[in-house]
C-alpha cells in the first residue's frame, strides 16, 4: 500500500506547474462569463423588443397601427414569457460563474497540499503519513490473492 501511496505521490510531484492547472480553469471560467454575457445581451434585445411593442399600444389606441390589438397582446404574453426564461436562464449563468470561480480556487488550494503532502510524506513520522494516508485514499478494498483496489479523493487525470 505504502509503495502505491509513493508512486501515485511522486506522479503529482512530476506534475505540471500549477500555472496550467490554472489555465484550464480559468478557460473554464471564461466560457461561463462569455455564455452568461450572451444570454444578457438577448435578454436586453428582448427589453427592447417588449418596449417597442408597448409604444405600439399606443398607436394602436389611437388607431394609427397596422396591428391588430389581439395580434399585439399575443406579441407581448409571447415576449414577456421569453424574458421570464431568459431571466431564470441569466441566473442560472449567474450561479455557473461563481461556481466555476470558486471551483478554480478549490482546485489551487488542493493542488498546493498535495504538493506539499507530495513533499512531506518521505520524510515523515508513521502517525504524518497516516493522516495523509487518510486524506488521500478515500477507501481500500482487498480481492483474491491479496490485489488491492484503492479508490483516491484525488482525480489523477489532471496530473
Known amino acids: 500500500m505504502e509503495q502505491i ?4 505521490l511522486s506522479q503529482i510531484q512530476k506534475a505540471p506547474p500549477q500555472a496550467l492547472l490554472a489555465k484550464q480553469r480559468s478557460r473554464e471560467v471564461d466560457l461561463a462569463k462569455m455564455k452568461a454575457k450572451r444570454l444578457h445581451d438577448e ?3 428582448k427589453q427592447r ?11 394602436v389606441i389611437q388607431g394609427n397601427s397596422r396591428f391588430s390589438a389581439d395580434l399585439l397582446n399575443s406579441l407581448m404574453d409571447e415576449t414577456a414569457a421569453q424574458l421570464k426564461e431568459l431571466e431564470s436562464q441569466m441566473q442560472a449563468a ?14 489551487q488550494k488542493e493542488y498546493s497540499q498535495l504538493m506539499n503532502w507530495a513533499e512531506l510524506y518521505d520524510n515523515c513520522s508513521l502517525e504524518a503519513k497516516k493522516m495523509i494516508v487518510v486524506q488521500f485514499v478515500k477507501a ?3 480481492k483474491r490473492g491479496y490485489e488491492l483496489d484503492i479508490e483516491f479523493n484525488v482525480s489523477f ?3
Request: proline share 0%; charged share 35%; net charge negative.
Open 5 to 8: 501511496i509513493r508512486i501515485q
Open 43 to 45: 435578454y436586453e434585445q
Open 49 to 59: 423588443t417588449y418596449q417597442d411593442l408597448r409604444a405600439e399600444t399606443l398607436k
Open 94 to 107: 449567474e450561479l455557473e460563474v461563481r461556481e466555476a470561480v470558486s471551483g478554480t480556487e478549490q482546485v
Open 140 to 142: 481500500v478494498r482487498v
Open 157 to 159: 487525470e489532471e496530473f
